[in-house]
């Protein structure tokens, strides 16, 4: 049973920053230019009662553990994939990575452990000898059906906010975003933001330390946010959306 009254429209994707750091610093990403705000790896108990709120509201859509780091260098990676799907059953888990770190066998324990997809990227900078490229072609057809496997030009690149403006300067402020009806970001210490461009956390709506995440979500704040990113010229309410040249549908 739910604690709060569920609203029509419920996110249906999760992205949680499980760790801070990176292991490249792609000329297309933040990283490259700026300093996260937050550091270090989730806590247990962060994440635990991330997964007790999503059980609550009966969360059944895709769970990923990044925002601007690379999962597979956080320690507790297995410990959270095996306490999502003890929480969330149901739930879809996309690991997002830059594929360096993933041999065969440690793909194959994390299937094993309940993940059900990678999402590899080639990057650029990417050093000779990229593992992960013949790892992919040693993968059975089971396996690569798991796997989206692309390269670096294939990214459909946005300016993050307006923090890259080497990438874009295209004006499309007057164009509505649909991100935040469907996706929620919680980053190591458990602030929820309501899209993976706000680098710096300028629209953080909540912390799940200090409330439900269904009561976030449904808060007046939030719902204000979403609604205006609906209409046409509604990213010129603030400066990270009015800048941002990311389009989702």
Partial sequence: MSMFKLSRGMFSVVEIEINSHCNMACSYCPNSEHE????????????I???????????????????YNEPLLCKKLDEFV?????????????IYSNGTLLTKKRLEKLFELGVDKFTITEHEGTKPGYIFKKVYKDLDEAQKKKVHFQGHEKLDLSNRGGLLEHLSTQDISSVPCYIPLYLVVITLNGNVLPCYDDFYQNHSMG?????????IWNSEKYNNFRKLLREKNGRKSNP???????VRW
Wanted: net charge negative; glycine share 4%; hydrophobic share 30%.
């Fill in 36 to 47: 996260r705000l937050e550091k270090g790896e989730m806590s247990t108990e962060t994440f």
């Fill in 49 to 67: 009662r991330i997964m007790q709120q999503l059980k609550e509201i009966e969360f059944k859509g895709r769970v990923s553990y990044h925002f």
């Fill in 82 to 94: 095996v306490l999502t799907k003890e929480f969330l059953p149901s739930c879809i888990i996309d």
């Fill in 207 to 215: 912390n799940i330390h200090d409330q439900h995440i269904e009561e």
């Fill in 240 to 246: 990270v959306c009015e800048k941002c040249t990311c």
